[in-house]
Structures are given as structure tokens and as C-alpha cells.
């Protein structure tokens, strides 16, 4: 298996354009969470996904912000409108099992001037 | 509200040295505790402790968890500079909640 595939791998935007991010979990998998990753912040959890299903979305930081996964191979990041502030590298992660090793994707590093 | 704290939150250390990571969390109903590295790129998984007192061992890393005191050590011996990073923890609850830690930057200096 090729691992947890994210793309873009960079992404630079201006302000207030759409942005959408993409991720291929590893197959099998049933968990699939999206992070997002700053200097002042660390390592984020945004939201994640049980066989496709959003279970906790508390850390997804506004209305800007929306994931999808509308099949178990394929999930979206979406931001609209994009602002500076959301800068960072964004990782898709999946795993087996809720406890269990997450395996990362190589992230999308998201530049919004 | 669910935490987890981890300390120092930097280290310099020199190549050969011994260090010891610390994780504390407080979460309701803990299932696991997980370590990660994370060097240049995405984190990668280095242990996944559930049970107090097994050591989980790899080449020179070695972890153990204490789930009476609500805490972890990821201890690495004889360290090198290929062991610079960030080691992130991650506590996971059966109220469907994984929470990571700020993680310790460390680096090993020749």
C-alpha cells in the first residue's frame, strides 16, 4: 500500500479563495482524521471519520471549515472563504481502529496571503 | 476538560546523553496512550501503551506507562543526532476522543 495519500502537497491562495484539500486513506482503514499543524498551536485534531461517518467535529475551528467523506477512499478539507490565519500543514491521518496507530499522510502545506 | 501536558517542552542534549520525555494527561475513561516522532515531515508511530508497568521496548527507546499516577516517559538511551525531532503523545478515550500533547522539541547535538 502507498500509505495515506494528501493532495496538494503545497497550496498557496490568497484571502478569501476557496481551498480544498484532499486524502486517500489507507485501504481498510476506518478511521480517518484530519489535523492541522502551527508553531503556536502544535498538532490540532480538526475532525474525524468512522466508516464515513463525521463522529467529532468539535475541533474544526469556524463555518469556514468542512470535510467530507463521501466513500471509504476519499475525503475533502474544504475552506471558503480562506483567511491567513489559516496557514499550516494539514494532515490527513487513518487507522485501523480508534486506539489504534495512526498512519500520516505527508501533508498539505497551505500558504493563504 | 480532557488534557494532556508533556515536559520539557524543549531539550538540547548532547550525542550520547540519556533522555526522559514526559506525558501527563487527565481524560475521562483512558484507553490508550500512544508516542509519536516527528521529525522534518508527518509524524510516525513509536509505541502504543495500554496496560501500567510493560515496558515497550525498541533499540534505544523504551516506554512505559503508569495509569495510577496518569502519566508516561519515553526514555532514549545513548542518543544520536538521527534522534532529533518532536515526540508527540496521544491519549485515546472511549468517549470517542484522541487528544495529542504539545509535544517535546529535542535535539542532539554532536
Known amino acids: 500500500d502507498a500509505g495515506v495519500i494528501q493532495s496538494p502537497r503545497h497550496e498557496v491562495t490568497e484571502m478569501g479563495q476557496e481551498v480544498t484539500l484532499r486524502c486517500k486513506p489507507i485501504?481498510?482503514?476506518?478511521?480517518l482524521f484530519w489535523y492541522r499543524q502551527t508553531m503556536m498551536r502544535g498538532l490540532e485534531l480538526l475532525i474525524y471519520f468512522n466508516n464515513n461517518v463525521p463522529i467529532d467535529d468539535s475541533g474544526m475551528p469556524e463555518d469556514r471549515f468542512s470535510a467530507k467523506m463521501p466513500n471509504a477512499s476519499f475525503s475533502t478539507l474544504k475552506i471558503q472563504p480562506s483567511e491567513p490565519r489559516d496557514s499550516a500543514v494539514y494532515f490527513c491521518?487513518?487507522?485501523?481502529?480508534?486506539?489504534?496507530?495512526?498512519?500520516f499522510g505527508p501533508g498539505t502545506r497551505l500558504t493563504v496571503l | 476538560e480532557d488534557k494532556v501536558v508533556q515536559s520539557p517542552l524543549s531539550l538540547v542534549v548532547h550525542e550520547g546523553d540519556t533522555v526522559t520525555l514526559n506525558c501527563s494527561y487527565e481524560?475521562?475513561?483512558?484507553?490508550?496512550l500512544l508516542w509519536y516522532k516527528q521529525e522534518k515531515k508527518a509524524p510516525t508511530f513509536l509505541f502504543m501503551l495500554?496496560?501500567?508497568?510493560i515496558e515497550k521496548k525498541s533499540g534505544r527507546l523504551s516506554s512505559i506507562l503508569d495509569k495510577k499516577e496518569l502519566f508516561s516517559i519515553l526514555n532514549i538511551t545513548a542518543t544520536q543526532t538521527g534522534d532529533s525531532a518532536i515526540y508527540l503523545c496521544a491519549v485515546g478515550t472511549s468517549y470517542d476522543k484522541v487528544i495529542f500533547g504539545p509535544g517535546t522539541s529535542l535535539s542532539v547535538i554532536p
Open positions: 491521518a487513518s487507522s485501523l481502529g480508534l486506539n489504534n496507530e495512526q498512519f
Open positions: 495500554t496496560s501500567s508497568g
Open positions: 481524560v475521562t475513561n483512558f484507553r490508550s
Open positions: 485501504s481498510g482503514h476506518d478511521y
